[in-house]
């Protein structure tokens, strides 16, 4: 635990750095495109490119991880229709996104997602151990361990002042690029995000705006003329890559 304490402070500045409160952040320009740092699953040769937004410290992304990503990963990743970058990013609380991050670039470079799936599958487990005052870091020495890591190596990692850098760097990153919630998703070079029916007008009347929906560079995305639930589901997740890959086919 000494080692995560002595990390909060770089970590919070990260997680200021990370969180832009204006409500109408936009897509940066060249958000949507793979960079030489971005980690990536699929095939070259995929129709579609989608980058996920996703701190380790974020529950939405565990269930998203651990509940969404298995169909994409078995229906498009392996069967080359899509390629899949993770942008990792932080979120309260800092030193357990800082982390994940640092862990999940500390063993070898193959073993990258699956350090990404244990980190999310066990994050219910770092969470209770640090409210319990346990040892968090002999979880992660066990996560490490699992992915062709070491206890050794991690601390050497967690020690070391350029990855708490690549930290901050990544925070700074995602807040340049416009995003300001996790797990938020580039999909065909536009964000995908959940919003409100009218949002997209600029009103942001919560009071007043329609049901939740997803919506497609700030607008609502219509899938055969009808706009699509707001839902971080199979069924949903599914549908919207279909649909992208229709249009991929159509543009072809």
Request: net charge negative.
């Given at each position: 635990m000494s080692v995560l304490r002595n990390l909060v402070t770089s970590f919070a500045l990260a997680a200021a750095l990370a969180l832009p409160g204006a409500a109408e952040a936009q897509?940066?320009?060249?958000?949507?495109?793979l960079r030489p740092t971005d980690r990536v699953t699929g095939s070259p040769d995929a129709d579609l490119l989608i980058i996920e937004y996703a701190s380790f410290a974020c529950p939405h992304c565990a269930s998203f991880q651990t509940e969404i990503w298995p169909?994409?990963?078995?229906?498009?990743?392996?069967?080359?229709?899509?390629?899949?970058?993770?942008?990792?990013?932080?979120?309260?609380p800092p030193q357990i996104a800082?982390?994940?991050?640092?862990?999940?670039?500390?063993?070898?470079?193959?073993?990258?997602?699956?350090?990404?799936?244990?980190?999310?599958?066990?994050?219910?487990?770092i969470f209770q151990t640090a409210r319990d005052g346990g040892d968090v870091l002999g979880v992660y020495n066990r996560i490490a361990a699992a992915t062709g890591g070491s206890a050794e190596g991690l601390l050497a990692c967690l020690q070391d002042p350029a990855a708490n850098e690549r930290v901050n760097a990544l925070a700074?990153?995602?807040?340049?690029?416009?995003?300001?919630?996790?797990?938020?998703?580039?999909?065909?070079?536009?964000?995908?995000a959940?919003?409100?029916e009218g949002e997209e007008s600029g009103t942001h009347n919560h009071a007043?705006?329609?049901?939740?929906?997803?919506?497609h560079g700030?607008?609502?995305?219509?899938?055969?003329?009808?706009?699509?639930?707001?839902?971080?589901?199979?069924?949903?997740?599914?549908?919207?890559?279909?649909?992208?890959?229709?249009?991929?086919?159509?543009?072809?």
């Open positions: 897509l940066a320009d060249g958000a949507g495109e169909m994409i990963e078995s229906e498009f990743v392996e069967t080359g229709l899509v390629r899949y970058s993770i942008r990792p990013m932080v979120t309260s800082g982390a994940g991050i640092i862990l999940s670039e500390c063993i070898p470079d193959d073993r990258y997602f699956d350090a990404v799936d244990l980190l999310f599958a066990e994050q219910g487990t700074i990153a995602a807040s340049e690029d416009g995003i300001r919630s996790t797990p938020s998703f580039i999909i065909d070079g536009a964000l995908l959940i919003g409100h007043t705006a329609g049901p939740t929906i997803f919506l700030g607008e609502p995305l219509l899938i055969n003329g009808e706009t699509v639930p707001g839902r971080l589901d199979e069924d949903s997740f599914r549908r919207i890559i279909l649909h992208f890959l229709d249009e991929s086919d159509s543009a072809d």
